[in-house]
Antibody, heavy 127, light 106 residues
Framework: EVQLVESGGGLVQPGGSLRLSCVIS????????MAWVRQAPGKGLEWVAN????????NYVDSVKGRFTISRDNAKKSLYLEMNSLTAEDTAVYYC????????????????????WGQGTMVTVSS | IQMTQSPSSLSASVGDRVTITCRAS??????LGWYQQKPGKAPKLLIY???SLQSGVPSRFSGSGSGTDFTLTISSLQPEDFATYYC?????????FGQGTKLEIK
């Protein structure tokens, strides 16, 4: 069964740090880009970061650059998000997602989509 | 790239045909997906490449558009379709979602 299971969320004080983990099963982890997406309480979805299958490329949303680091351990089939200098604006449910590519034969390029999601882990930044 | 969905909320009845629109602030070819999210649950991929139906998604869902204007259509609403829908551009980084459209029962 294909599954993504996040952990590591919790309550942290402003300025603090937290490390989220996402353990996968049911597919070849190293073949796929992976991503983190977050959702503040009562708000919409926000893409946070993604990482290539071999870890060689990473992308971030501007609001987390320099504070968050996405990484992976393919041997452990695990994705991570190291979060530092946390503020109240980082309070959200954090989802990990498989970032899959579909080839567009007519256009000659690839589409990206998040086809498998974890259940999410809640991060609350508050004093 | 900013993604703007309309309407922000919508009331409809079972059996209705519903259309949700997503507009990009610049051209994104057909690099767009649609996601459905129910309360307390993770999002679910419905459509990728603007018009390709994800495996396992009912055929009453369809997508169209290219460039800056896109639509998600549900041909005949079912009770399980009442949810929030998001578009997402995958043309460039950072990936950006629309603000969401909440589909409610009339």
């Amino acid at each position: 069964e294909v599954q993504l299971v996040e952990s590591g969320g919790g309550l942290v004080q402003p300025g603090g740090s937290l490390r989220l983990s996402c353990v996968i099963s049911g597919f070849t982890f190293s073949d796929h880009w992976m991503a983190w997406v977050r959702q503040a309480p009562g708000k919409g979805l926000e893409w946070v970061a993604n990482i290539k299958g071999d870890g060689s490329k990473k992308n971030y949303v501007d609001s987390v650059k320099g504070r968050f680091t996405i990484s992976r351990d393919n041997a452990k089939k695990s994705l991570y998000l190291e979060m530092n200098s946390l503020t109240a604006e980082d309070t959200a449910v954090y989802y990990c997602a498989r970032d899959v590519n579909y080839f567009d034969s007519s256009g000659g390029h690839y589409f990206d989509a998040f086809d498998i999601w974890g259940q999410g882990t809640m991060v609350t930044v508050s004093s | 790239i900013q993604m703007t969905q309309s309407p922000s909320s919508l009331s409809a009845s079972v059996g209705d045909r519903v259309t949700i629109t997503c507009r990009a602030s610049q051209g994104i070819r057909n690099d767009l997906g649609w996601y459905q999210q129910k309360p307390g649950k993770a999002p679910k991929l419905l459509i990728y490449g603007a018009s390709s139906l994800q495996s396992g998604v009912p055929s009453r869902f369809s997508g169209s558009g290219s460039g800056t204007d896109f639509t998600l259509t549900i041909s005949s609403l079912q009770p399980e379709d009442f949810a929030t829908y998001y578009c997402l551009q995958d043309y460039n980084y950072p990936r950006t979602f629309g603000q969401g459209t909440k589909l409610e029962i009339k």
